[in-house]
């Protein structure tokens, strides 16, 4: 076994990666950006090592600097993780001539599986079934086009190098093939260094479903069984578990055995998935990922399995922990994935600090997989995901009740999350049914995104405004006696926060506002540090204890557990598991200003422009793509939001932004 190993990588994968190191007594050595220097995995090595500035081709896929803090530090090993270089094949060469073992498969097989129309020549040689495509290397449109019309519409574009989504499209009709290919192309240059793609036919309600592999150097193999990742969101994956729903043993080993026969075909060592898409009783080869998935938990927890371990294990050259017949399926294990993007803004990255943050208790079938804490900051440099959630059950009813307890205890603040579709997701009759498909989302669209944020009942709508009202008046109760200690006088009646009056009822005021609506509450002090609330819907007698846990919130007699998070005039009532941001006005600030009107354009989050499409001067008509970002290895095209005249373009390409920022303007013309 290893002594010391590297950990080319970042967030919860190189701290996962740290925890089972760390258990089998091998020292770590992190590296990090500069962007990462306060990160997790970094206070979680032995050793970190700085190899240089944010963007990850001049760090994190820098491979002369990876393989020379290797050197410097004496590292044995290097485990890749997942994204990256966990899938380069020049890397895995890198390693081997700097006499440091690669914790993956040998490069042949990256290579072979990396080029999708490469893989799937493979695996039609190997009596694997494969959807209907074009894989071959003629990349020229008409080429393409003629395969499109070949297989049927609608058809799917997809990068030949690489997975996660990127440089993927969806074409429904021919007159969408060149603006399409054309997108998936500059995507798949951007994330991989390969512009290449290729076509399939498009199965409108298939199920995604993988394979777990894992090969040792002396020819043994075996499959972990198999994962369910069909809801997803911009071909990532949301929701995995496993086992799959509704799968049974004669069609899991005739997968299994698919899957095995895929690995043995490209000579395969390590831990490897094999991914299939399964349409009725029909499933088919998609790809094969040479590397440990972002969803291996959920094997983790059904088998009793630590699969870093049996990657360490397998890479010293130590034959399979186990073999085939002794593994075992045991309950039932979903994972979610918790993002830092907006859904009610089609999944947008949202970039900022976690002012707060409190996960789940973990606890022997709870688990939370991270790589960030609170007061870290999630960048535009890098991936949103904040954490996985991964839950346990005896069997799949009893994992999503513990899910569902689970993401009620999740809170954050600072970014937005997609918390609220997962407890949506989690609520719906179609996913506690198992009726799962890789459309789910969009097909539920109408009943998971107004979910998010649901209209309240009246009480919880009534603890919302107290909670908040009771926070700012703890807030200047305790300034007021720090007030007092400080001047020498504890008992001043200029520094007791008693709403006293002359000849009256003493009350003070205080002003929200949530969206467009402004609501004032009169606060009345009562005996006893209670307080009586004047409310549009009526007075209420209310009272709040705070702890480490929250506040403690009775109205009316009605307790609720609340917390409450300011961020200057914001405060964040964290109630029933869900977010209510609300503004403290002050009735002397002067009136705010609003960001901008029609004839700008904003950026809409923090990102690099990538690409300018417009020149200052140029007629266009509303809906034209004017610019395009990319932020989180993901691309947004900006749009004309109106017809008009462009005036000026404010940034060029390769120029940073910050959110709000002012990209473009209009000429004003006359109506």
């Known amino acids: 076994m290893f002594q010391k190993i590297l950990i080319a990588n970042r967030g919860e994968i190189a701290c996962r990666v740290i925890r089972t190191a760390k258990r089998l007594g091998i020292a770590t050595v992190a590296v990090y950006s500069e962007a990462d220097a306060r990160a997790l995995h970094v206070d979680l090595a032995d050793e970190a090592w700085p190899i240089g500035p944010p963007p990850a081709r001049e760090s994190y896929l820098a491979i002369d600097k990876i393989l020379d803090v290797a050197r410097r530090s004496g590292a044995e090993a290097i485990h890749p993780g997942y994204g990256f270089l966990s899938e380069n094949a020049d890397f895995a060469d890198a390693c081997a001539q700097a006499g440091v073992v690669f914790i993956g498969p040998p490069p042949g097989a990256i290579r ?40 049927g519409y609608p058809v799917l574009i997809k990068a030949s190098a690489g997975g996660g989504g990127k440089g993927m499209r969806i074409v429904e009709r021919p007159s969408d093939l060149e603006t399409a290919i054309e997108g998936a192309k500059r995507e798949a240059r951007s994330s991989f260094g390969d512009d290449r793609v290729l076509v399939e036919k498009y199965l409108t309600r298939p199920r995604h479903i993988e394979i777990q592999v894992f090969a040792d150097t002396r020819g043994n193999f075996a499959f972990l069984f198999e994962r369910d990742c069909s809801i997803q969101r911009r071909y990532q994956k949301v929701v995995e ?32 998935t094999v991914e299939f898409i399964a349409e009725g009783e029909v499933f088919y080869f998609m790809e094969m990922n040479t590397r440990l998935q972002v969803e291996h938990p959920v094997t983790e927890m059904i088998t009793g399995q630590d699969l870093v371990e049996w990657q360490l294990r397998v890479a010293s050259g130590e034959p399979l922990p186990l073999i085939q017949d002794q593994l075992g399926i045991r309950g039932h294990a979903i994972e979610v994935r918790v993002y830092a993007e907006d859904p009610a803004r089609d999944f947008l990255p949202s970039i900022g600090t976690l002012v707060h943050l409190r996960q789940p208790r973990e606890a022997a079938h709870v688990r ?124 001043s009646p200029w520094d007791v926060a008693d709403a006293w009056r002359l000849n009256g009822e ?75 941001v609300l503004h403290q006005v002050d009735p002397l600030a002067p009136p705010r200003l609003e960001m901008a009107g029609e004839d700008k354009l904003i950026a809409p989050i923090p990102a690099r422009v990538s690409r300018v499409l417009i020149e200052p001067g140029a007629r266009v008509k509303k809906g034209v793509p004017l610019l395009v970002l990319e932020a989180m290895k993901m691309e947004l095209t900006l749009s004309a939001p109106l017809d008009g005249t462009i005036e000026t373009l404010r940034h060029r390409a390769g120029e940073m932004v910050e959110e709000g920022t002012e990209l473009v303007t209009f000429a004003r013309e006359e109506r």
């Open 112 to 151: 072979a599986m990396g080029s999708k129309a490469e893989s799937k020549a493979i695996m039609q040689r190997s009596g694997v079934p494969l959807v209907p495509g074009y894989h071959g290397e003629a990349q020229d449109f008409q080429t393409v086009s003629e395969a499109a019309a070949r297989i």
């Open 506 to 580: 003493g009350y003070q005021d205080l002003r929200f506002r949530r969206g467009e609506e402004t609501l004032t509450v009169r606060t009345h002090p009562q005996a006893g540090g209670s307080f009586r609330l004047d409310l549009p819907a009526g007075s209420v007698q209310a009272e709040a204890a705070e702890s480490e846990a929250g506040m403690f919130l009775r109205v009316d007699g009605i307790s609720h557990r609340a917390r409450v998070v300011r961020r200057r005039a914001e405060l964040t009532v964290i109630l029933a598991g869900r977010n209510h």
């Open 368 to 491: 939370v997989d991270t790589g960030v804490g609170q007061g870290h900051q999630i960048t535009p440099y890098y991936d949103p995901m904040i954490a996985k959630l991964i839950v346990w059950g005896e069997d799949r009813p009893a994992a999503v009740r513990r899910l569902a307890g689970a993401l009620s205890e999740y809170e954050v603040v600072g970014v937005q999350t997609n918390l609220g579709l997962l407890r949506a997701i989690v609520d719906n009759p179609a996913f506690e049914q198992a009726r799962l498909d890789t459309g789910f989302i969009a097909r539920h669209a109408d009943e998971l995104l107004p979910a998010i944020t649901p209209r309240l009942p009246e009480a919880d709508e009534t603890a919302v405004w107290a909670a908040a009202t009771l926070a700012v008046l703890a807030e200047q109760r305790a300034a007021k006696q720090g007030k007092a200690e400080r001047s020498g006088d504890r008992w």
């Open 241 to 272: 578990e496993a086992p799959a729903p509704g799968m049974d043993p004669p069609r899991r080993r005739l997968m299994g055995e698919a899957a095995i026969a895929a690995a043995r075909a490209v000579g395969y060592v390590g831990a490897g």
